[in-house]
């Protein structure tokens, strides 16, 4: 049974810190795309990064280009999304998914097809 983890959420200030982790287990081979997908109280879910194992491209949403950095996705299957310079917006719920290779959008949300149970972000003064 396949298996997503994610850890790391937590309480920051603006312009802090998190670096979020995924584990996830029990796909086959040919879902080797792991994206992080969040959403805040009253909005749709949206992409905010994906990495492939098999050649380590990677994408960002608009939004957090520059400020977030998604790495990982090696052997261990662990994926990490380092955030830096946190915003008060950035507050959400995230999200890790898996799916298979890229055939559209990065981002189009029901080409990932397995979720883990999320982990609380929140970002406050």
């Known amino acids: 049974q396949v298996q997503v983890v994610e850890s790391g959420g937590g309480l920051v200030q603006p312009g802090g810190s998190l670096r979020l982790s995924c584990v996830a287990s029990?796909?086959?081979?040919?879902?080797?795309?792991i994206g992080w997908i969040r959403q805040a109280p009253g909005k749709e879910r949206e992409g905010v990064a994906c990495?492939?194992?098999?050649?380590?491209?990677?994408y960002y949403a608009d939004s957090v280009k520059g400020r977030f950095t998604i790495s990982g996705h090696n052997a261990n299957n662990t994926v990490y999304l380092q955030m830096n310079s946190l915003k008060v917006e950035d507050t959400a719920v995230y999200y890790c998914?898996?799916?298979?290779?890229?055939?559209?959008?990065?981002?189009?949300?029901?080409?990932?097809?397995?979720w883990g149970q999320g982990t609380q972000v929140t970002v406050s003064s």
């Open positions: 998914a898996v799916r298979k290779p890229l055939g559209g959008s990065w981002d189009s949300i029901p080409e990932y097809v397995y």
């Open positions: 029990g796909f086959t081979s040919d879902y080797y795309v």
């Open positions: 990495i492939s194992k098999r050649d380590s491209s990677t």
